[in-house]
Nanobody, 124 residues
Framework: QVQLVESGGGLVQAGGSLRLSCAASGRTFSSYNVGWFRQAPGKEREIVAAMDRNGRSTYYTDSVKGRFTISRDNAKNTVWLQMNSLKPEDTAVYYC?????????????????WGQGTQVTVSS
């Protein structure tokens, strides 16, 4: 069982940066792959980035490659999403999620644990 709590969202101008944090509870956090998803109004939830349980493999959706970086510290039970060069189209609620799958998966249904979400708004 894993509980996830996101923080770090807010309002930022285009070109700015934000760092999202996801604090996990549970002694087995290191056994889960983690992902960051986002959902904009009227759109489906989409994966942004994911990382395997060991922190060795990552996935990024094309629109954030080179701008966003996912990282984790299993000793601190924390996952981060560093977001640079933000664009108005990055505006969404961002969710942290955990998956017990072996491989990194990119569909939301593969993730059984979710945080409550944090709002990111990028103004033009």
């Amino acid at each position: 069982q894993v509980q996830l709590v996101e923080s770090g969202g807010g309002l930022v101008q285009a070109g700015g940066s934000l760092r999202l944090s996801c604090a996990a509870s549970g002694r087995t956090f290191s056994s889960y792959n983690v992902g960051w998803f986002r959902q904009a109004p009227g759109k489906e939830r989409e994966i942004v980035a994911a990382m395997d349980r060991n922190g060795r493999s990552t996935y990024y959706t094309d629109s954030v490659k080179g701008r966003f970086t996912i990282s984790r510290d299993n000793a601190k039970n924390t996952v981060w999403l560093q977001m640079n060069s933000l664009k108005p189209e990055d505006t969404a609620v961002y969710y942290c999620a955990a998956s017990s799958s072996i491989a990194i998966l990119t569909t939301s249904r593969a993730y059984g644990y979710w945080g409550q979400g944090t709002q990111v708004t990028v103004s033009s």
